[in-house]
């Protein structure tokens, strides 16, 4: 079965960087875009960033820009986003999800991690 498993969330203070990875199984990781997708408190989820298949084509939403990258590395199934220059809004629940295409937003995701939680705070 399909299988996203999200990993380096954790506390850190304004400014600071964390890297996110998602290790996916149970399909074949290099056929597909890949999404991060962040809930923050109280809040609905928010489209974050999105990789092409090949890794070819990046997107993030205006917020992040300039501070986060998204990468992906086919041999190691995996999925990261780096994300430097962390700010108290960024603060939420970072989802892995798979897409069955690009610029879809996360009603067109048909599968999900459970979740790492990211916490900016001094």
């Known amino acids: 079965e399909v299988q996203l498993v999200e990993s380096g969330g954790g506390l850190v203070q304004p400014g600071g960087s964390l890297r996110l990875s998602c290790a996916a199984s149970g399909f074949t990781f290099s056929s597909y875009a890949m999404n991060w997708v962040r809930q923050a408190p109280g809040k609905g989820l928010e489209w974050v960033s999105a990789?092409?298949?090949?890794?070819?084509?990046?997107s993030y939403v205006d917020s992040v820009k300039g501070r986060f990258t998204i990468s992906r590395d086919n041999a190691k199934n995996t999925l990261y986003l780096q994300m430097n220059s962390l700010k108290p809004e960024d603060t939420a629940v970072f989802y892995c999800?798979?897409?069955?295409?690009?610029?879809?937003?996360?009603?067109?995701?048909?599968?999900w991690g459970k979740g790492t939680l990211v916490t900016v705070s001094s």
């Open positions: 999800a798979k897409g069955r295409s690009m610029w879809l937003p996360p009603s067109g995701m048909d599968y």
């Open positions: 990789i092409s298949s090949g890794g070819g084509t990046t």
